[in-house]
């Protein structure tokens, strides 16, 4: 286990209060987080969590964190997530488990969305780690055209797109929701915001890997502590 990713997982934890339901991301930071929890789970902590893909739910279980579906609560109080990269100014590029989809729905109704990393998910600017975008089966070689566009039309320069494939290379991964994934590497992207706007207007995106406004805390883990940072919006 990652020293750096513990101790943000341990910051991340030092979040967590009595009696709430908490989205829980996916990845091996997130894991590491869930196994955490579950210690405090067995010494009496009482809170709930939904977990954000297959993976990270069979992790709960492994570690005795109580799971509850997501259509059967009134409020998620807390998301605690990883991210590939994020920049100065909280902005995210995940999806590089594959699980953008479900992670983006938890983390949009979370009430706070707390973000752990190392610091080399640290970034200047976006676009290094390649954006993953979730489509639809059904006609993906067009709706990869329309995507190579729409990261034009945002400025990226250098682009290449890409299908990922899963592990054994038997074809395209399949994410939980039945959808595959488009690996858009782009080196550099000049406007998160734009061009979340314009992946988002395409038919067949079932959602990108940018997430905006959308994390309140970042904890950077290091080897001997972590870094807490609260963003400010206007």
Not at 92 to 109: F, H, M, P, Q, T
């Amino acid at each position: 286990m990652s020293k750096a990713k513990e101790n943000a997982a341990l910051a991340a934890l030092d979040m967590v209060e009595h009696g709430m339901t908490l989205g829980l991301g996916s990845g091996s930071t997130a894991e590491i987080f869930i196994e955490l929890l579950g210690d405090k789970v067995r010494g009496g902590l009482d809170v709930q969590g939904i977990p954000t893909s297959k993976a990270s739910e069979a992790c709960a279980i492994e570690f005795g964190v109580p799971l509850i579906n997501p259509d059967k609560v009134e409020a998620i109080h807390l998301t605690v997530d990883g991210a590939d990269e994020v920049d100065k100014d909280f902005q995210l590029i995940k999806g590089g488990g594959a699980c953008l989809l479900r992670e983006k729905i938890i983390a949009d109704v979370s009430e706070h969305m707390a973000v752990i990393v190392d610091p080399s998910k640290m970034v200047e600017n976006l676009g290094a780690f390649p954006l993953p975008v979730e489509v639809d089966p059904f006609a993906v070689g067009l709706t990869a055209e329309r995507i190579y566009t729409a990261l034009k039309q945002a400025g990226c320069d250098e682009i290449e797109t890409t299908i990922r494939l899963e592990k054994r290379g038997k074809g395209p991964l399949v994410t939980d929701g039945g959808n595959y994934i488009i690996d858009c590497a782009c080196k550099v992207i000049p406007d998160p915001r734009l061009t979340a706007s314009l992946l988002a207007s395409i038919p067949g995106v079932m959602e990108h890997g940018l997430f905006i406004d959308l994390a309140d805390t970042l904890i950077i883990g290091e080897e001997d502590h972590a870094k807490v940072m609260e963003i400010v919006r206007e």
